[in-house]
């Protein structure tokens, strides 16, 4: 079972277009989308959630008014400054502390000192993941709630589960829309890859922000691949970053031209390998490439 992951140094590039073309263009694999601060696979594979689960990932601090003497000891080493001394009354005080469940960080200072064992530590529930059938085969994707932390906890939960779901409908391969940028959900998504395809764009910004996700698949030692995505923007950038990609050891997957058809598939839920436009032919040789 092979895992190809397609992630980019920042957002935009169009790594969740290629996903979706990818998607078309394999046999019935499973897809990942591992981007769940800010999902987007769904809006052109349309999934049916068959499955739908809530995601704990933290702890989430509570006091029980009936036990809280109001001494202050949870206030004073608090150092979020997340409980306030406007809380319910318990028949004794006519009010208690109260701890703010949005801005509390679970880190359970509070509950190991106070003395009355009034603070509870429940799970925190940080977003939902679901388990969908789309018309190009299974798809595990996730949804972080607002302000939640831990996404890169919730990406390895959507990996496990796509990995799930390949060995038991034994399919050959899963295909993971991966996260921006360099940070803990990026790492969640390549760690144990098969194969990395980075998207880049022919910009300063693109050939920065490439430099910088190379270093992170060379660390963790993942074959990665890289293809410019509009190079016929600016032919030159394009060529340039290409020759810093190989310097750095990674292989050329090919260029994708600048396509407006991408934007009216987009615009029908599809995938542009599925309407049709010049750029196929470049997103076909590049899924060549990767397949050999």
């Known amino acids: 079972m092979d895992e190809i992951v397609i992630i980019s140094g920042k957002g935009g590039t169009g790594k969740t277009s290629l996903t979706a073309s990818f998607a078309v263009l394999a046999d019935r694999p499973v897809i990942a989308d591992c981007d769940v601060d800010a999902p987007d696979l769904h809006l052109v594979l349309n999934p049916r959630v068959i499955r739908r689960e809530y995601f704990t990932g933290g702890k989430i601090a509570r006091i029980k008014p009936g036990h809280c003497t109001a001494c202050g000891k949870c206030e004073e080493l608090c150092r979020f400054n997340v409980i306030f001394f406007d809380g319910n009354g318990n028949g004794l005080l006519d009010k208690t502390f109260r701890i703010d469940p949005v801005a509390c960080e679970g880190c359970g200072v509070c509950g190991w000192f106070c003395a009355e064992k009034a603070i509870k530590l429940d ?68 760690t144990g890859a098969t194969l990395v395809l980075v998207v880049t764009e022919p910009t300063v910004s693109g050939e920065h922000d490439l430099e910088r996700v190379l270093a992170l698949t060379r660390h963790f030692n993942i074959p990665t691949a890289v293809c410019v995505n509009k190079w016929d923007l600016n032919p030159d950038m394009a060529e340039r970053i290409e020759d810093a990609a190989r310097r750095k050891g990674a292989r050329v997957a090919g260029r994708i031209r600048y396509d407006r058809s991408v934007t009216l598939a987009q615009m029908q839920e599809k995938a542009v390998t599925e309407t049709g436009g010049p750029c196929v032919e470049d997103i076909q040789h590049i899924w060549k490439h990767l397949v050999q």
């Open 123 to 190: 799970p925190a529930v940080n977003g939902q993941w679901f388990i969908s059938e789309t018309r190009c085969g299974p798809m595990v994707h996730a949804r972080l709630g607002v302000a939640a932390e831990n996404s890169g906890k919730l990406v390895s939960t959507v990996r496990r589960e796509a990995r799930r779901i390949a060995q038991d409908g034994k399919h050959s391969l899963i295909i993971v829309d991966g996260p921006p940028g360099i940070g803990c959900p990026v790492i969640a998504s390549v």
